[in-house]
């Protein structure tokens, strides 16, 4: 039975806007949201940096802006002695939706390992918050034809061992490393090829309700000329969006893309 799975569009701010930065961003895509609205269907999660959750939060919920407040990233542990870190439970208690987990930055910048983005997700669900958990292949990995069996590999790091009907609530993102900050977005089919695999490797692991519900996003580079074609991709159910999230014009028009 086909599922009809919301699609969700995520804009990650990285290490940018500062707390009146943030504020300003989301006054803009406020304004953009009320006057052109968010088409049915479609889900908007904003993902500021941590010194901008609260002002994030208090401008969405007053404002009753139709975005879900989202972090990028977090710790495993619930509380202790790691210096610079930030758990679930706080994000948690800051009404945040999603958070973005193994982000290709963190696994490379921050030598976060499979291992490290697994206990991330435990900590993500066990707070009743959706993880975006990402994956993706590097270059050298693609042209060696080793993409799709690392992907795989790391949906089930990620996944194994799960319940079903946890894996059916979870979002994925097919992050192609070659793709993010680059300007080379992968092709509507490369991104359709791969978030294919990835549904079906939830399939084998978790049974066909979940893969039908579980969401796949793409990212990498995506910007209002290409969003269109991505979203149209029968398993991309979604957009992860780094660079053109941080231009308020630019972002809405990639959340009505195709709609
Ligand atoms: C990202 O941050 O996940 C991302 C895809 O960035 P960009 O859109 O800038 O490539």
Not at 124 to 136: A, E, L, Q, T
Not at 144 to 163: E, F, N, P
Not at 181 to 210: F, N, Q, W, Y
């Amino acid at each position: 039975m086909a599922v009809a799975r919301p699609v969700l569009v995520s804009g990650n701010w990285k290490m940018h806007a500062n707390h009146f930065e943030a504020l300003k961003l989301v006054q803009e895509l406020a304004a953009l949201f009320r006057a052109g609205g968010v088409p049915e269907g479609r889900e908007v999660s904003l993902h500021p940096p941590f010194t901008s959750l609260r002002t994030v939060q208090t401008a969405v919920e007053s404002d009753h802006v139709p975005v879900a407040l989202g972090a990028q990233n977090c710790h495993y542990e619930e509380r202790g002695a790691f210096t610079g870190e930030v758990s679930a439970d706080m994000l948690a208690k800051l009404n945040v939706a999603y958070v973005i987990a193994g982000h290709s930055e963190r696994r490379t910048l921050f030598g976060e390992s499979d291992a490290v983005v697994r206990r991330k997700v435990d900590a993500i669900v066990g707070h009743g918050m959706c993880p975006i958990v990402c994956v993706g292949e590097s270059l050298e990995q693609r042209r060696a034809g080793q993409a799709a069996d690392h992907v795989r590999r790391q949906v089930l790091d990620a996944l194994s061992g799960r319940a079903p009907e946890t894996i059916g609530r979870l979002v994925l993102a097919y992050e192609p490393i070659w793709a993010i900050g680059t300007g080379e977005t992968a092709s509507a089919e490369d991104a359709e090829e791969m978030c294919a695999l990835i549904r079906e490797e939830v399939g084998k692991l978790a049974g066909p309700e979940a893969s039908q519900s579980v969401r796949i996003q793409y990212g990498g580079s995506v910007t209002p000329e290409s969003a269109g074609a991505l979203l149209s991709a029968e398993n991309v159910d979604g957009l992860l969006v780094g660079g053109a999230s941080l231009d308020a014009e630019r972002f809405a028009a990639i959340v009505r893309a195709g709609a």
